[in-house]
Nanobody, 122 residues
Framework: QVQLVESGGGLVQAGGSLRLSCAAS????????LGWFRQAAGKEREFVAL????????YYADSVKGRFTISRDNAKNTVYLEMNSLKPEDTGVYYC???????????????WGQGTQVTVSS
């Protein structure tokens, strides 16, 4: 069983920064794609960023390119999402997830964390 636990969410002013963490435990070798997704109230869950656990290659949604950075620390089994220049539209519950392939579709991910709330005030 894979467990993913997000942390680091909170309330921040527009233009500010947050760093989210996702600690993985269990059978982490079961998937290579570590993704971040978010879900705003009343909206579908959407892709934010992903990273290859093995190779470190990264991919971003157009809406966050140049502002967010995904990274991982293999020794700590942790993936991070550095969020800069935050906008009110970035508000939502952020989830980390693990899947087998490098794709930004939520349906492709098998394991999910509980989510952490990010609120960006105007």
């Amino acid at each position: 069983q894979v467990q993913l636990v997000e942390s680091g969410g909170g309330l921040v002013q527009a233009g500010g920064s947050l760093r989210l963490s996702c600690a993985a435990s269990g059978r982490t070798v079961s998937g290579d794609a570590l993704g971040w997704f978010r879900q705003a109230a009343g909206k579908e869950r959407e892709f934010v960023a992903l990273i290859s656990w093995r190779f470190g290659s990264t991919y971003y949604a157009d809406s966050v390119k140049g502002r967010f950075t995904i990274s991982r620390d293999n020794a700590k089994n942790t993936v991070y999402l550095e969020m800069n220049s935050l906008k009110p539209e970035d508000t939502g519950v952020y989830y980390c997830a693990m899947g087998a392939v490098l794709i930004g579709r939520p349906q492709a991910y098998d394991y999910w964390g509980q989510g952490t709330q990010v609120t960006v005030s105007s």
